[in-house]
């Protein structure tokens, strides 16, 4: 009797465990109504809140100041015409400035704004916002931009706006965006379904530029107000460049004759924008626009990028020099312009003066935004 006692209490007491572990395991696993002989199945745990991800995306910008004595500048992309190469608006004009968006990802991009605030005002910009002549702030927006380039659905002509407000008509640089593209940059549509590979504007600042270049004799001197931090100075006369590193700020050098090819500041200047985060081909786009005006040579087409030139290279490449038993073969006589005067400085804009000269902000912000501006500047 007592072994069956015992076996008794000991049977209820496994009984009594059996439930409280039942009961823990449910309360702690959650379960609903099984029970402990069934086999517990993991649950996949639920997918946490998906935070919306920032846009992987960067905006690159070029353009060039324009500076004549008096301190008369502009902000643009493009060169003037040849015969008013140097002839300013009292007000400083950021000449050409355009903007490339890259994607990082497949996936389209919604750029809700991206917007230009300049110090002074608008003079024209692409594509067209609906914003009044001579506003200092632009705003594009609703835009969806895709990694693969596209091809432009238009560009303004001369009788169409923003061009047909500009005189004289040549000064309208919007006429010449076309040749600013660049098949790295995003292909961006707009809310009619149009379709684009740059925006850009042009404005005026009174911004003070941090170099004063001053005639001295036969030779140039430039006084900085302040630090040009990993740009070089570059003075152009008659198809030969000086180049020398910028000087610290409070400082005064007497530039050196040019003596080197043109080409070669080409060459510096090219290396320079590439490591402030521009494409090779955006730095190409650029001397599209730039080249003539800084070397005075007419435009020559430039297939790559230079990255050295040799004191007896050019940047083209040259026709081959006729075989001795087979003649040269000549083509019709063309008459080659001569290449306007030049004796400029040129060097690039510290990023602080170029916030000031112009302020980019879009929506959703950019991952990076690389502005590189130049300065094109004639001696007093």
Not at 212 to 220: L, M, S
Not at 347 to 376: H, K, S
Request: charged share 20%; net charge negative; glycine share 6%.
């Amino acid at each position: 009797m007592t072994q069956v006692r015992g076996t008794s209490l000991e049977l209820e007491s496994i009984t009594l465990v059996a439930s409280a572990l039942v009961v823990c395991a449910h309360v702690v696993c959650g379960c609903g109504g099984g029970t402990a002989s069934e086999p517990s199945t993991p649950s996949t745990p639920p997918a946490p809140p998906t935070a919306s991800a920032t846009p992987a995306y960067t905006l690159h910008e070029w353009g060039v100041v324009r500076s004549e004595p008096g301190d008369r500048l502009r902000v643009s992309a493009a060169p003037p015409p040849q015969q008013a190469r140097y002839f300013f608006s009292p007000d400083a004009v950021v000449e050409k400035p355009v903007i490339y968006v890259h994607v990082e990802g497949d996936a389209p991009l919604a750029l809700r704004s991206l917007r230009v605030t300049a110090d002074v005002n608008v003079v024209e910009h692409w594509p067209l916002t609906g914003a009044p002549l001579g506003t200092s702030q632009i705003e594009w927006r609703d835009l969806s931009a895709s990694r693969v380039h596209c091809d432009a659905t238009h560009y303004p002509t001369a009788d169409e706006a923003p061009c047909d407000t500009i005189t004289p008509t040549s000064d309208c640089e919007a006429l010449a965006l076309a040749s600013y593209e660049a098949s790295s940059s995003s292909c961006l549509t707009l809310p009619d379904g149009s379709h684009q590979n740059l925006l850009f504007y042009r404005s005026h600042t009174r911004v003070p530029l941090p170099i004063a270049v001053t005639r001295e004799g036969e030779g140039v001197g430039i006084t900085a107000s302040a630090t040009l931090a990993d740009t070089s100075i570059v003075w152009v006369r008659d198809g030969r460049a000086s180049i020398v590193p910028a000087p610290a700020a409070g400082t005064h050098v007497a530039l050196p004759m040019p003596t080197e090819i043109a080409d070669r500041a080409i060459v510096t200047l090219s290396e320079e924008m590439v490591r402030r985060g521009l494409t090779d081909d955006e730095v190409l786009t650029f001397w599209r626009a730039w080249r003539t005006t800084l070397t005075g040579e007419e435009s020559r087409p430039i297939e790559e990028l230079p990255r050295a030139v040799a004191a007896e290279e050019v940047l083209v490449e040259q026709p081959p020099l006729p075989r001795e038993d087979r003649p040269m073969e000549r083509g019709p006589i063309e008459e080659i312009p001569a290449p306007g005067p030049v004796d400029v400085v040129f060097y690039f804009l510290p990023r602080e003066t170029i916030d000031a000269i112009a302020r980019i902000e879009a929506d959703p912000p950019p991952r990076e935004v690389v502005r590189v501006l130049g300065v094109i500047q004639a001696p007093g």
